[in-house]
């Protein structure tokens, strides 16, 4: 089973700021819809941010909630995809989760917590 490694959660006050790191030895991410979703306690996991590679350039996608706060990006010499997020809200508390999607492939990390809190 191919293994994504998230790493960069944590605790943060409101207004605050964190950066997800996602990694994967086993697939290359340059040609796989990289994805970050999160769950928060009682809820559906939802998309937060989506990049895409096609023939015409890289796109990235990005929930209502997280437009001009959260950035995704892809490092493709270290194989990394990353989520920075920032003026962090206590309604962005989850847990979130890395997320590669190429054809019928569909790969999810382990999650890594995120909590916003006073």
């Known amino acids: 089973q191919v293994q994504l490694v998230e790493s960069g959660g944590g605790s943060v006050q409101p207004g605050g700021s964190l950066r997800l790191s996602c990694t994967s030895s086993?697939?290359?991410?340059?040609?796989?819809?990289m994805g970050w979703y999160r769950q928060a306690p009682g809820k559906v996991r939802e998309l937060v941010a989506e990049?895409?590679?096609?023939?015409?350039?890289?796109?990235?996608d990005y929930a209502d909630s997280a437009k001009g706060r959260f950035v995704i990006s892809r490092e493709n010499a270290k194989n990394t995809v990353y989520l920075e997020m920032n003026d962090l809200k206590p309604e962005d508390t989850a847990v979130y989760y890395c997320?590669?999607?190429?054809?019928?492939?569909?790969?999810w990390g382990q999650g890594t917590q995120v909590t916003v809190s006073s």
């Open positions: 997320n590669a999607q190429f054809s019928r492939l569909n790969y």
């Open positions: 990049m895409s590679t096609r023939s015409d350039g890289t796109y990235a």
């Open positions: 086993e697939i290359p991410f340059s040609i796989y819809v």
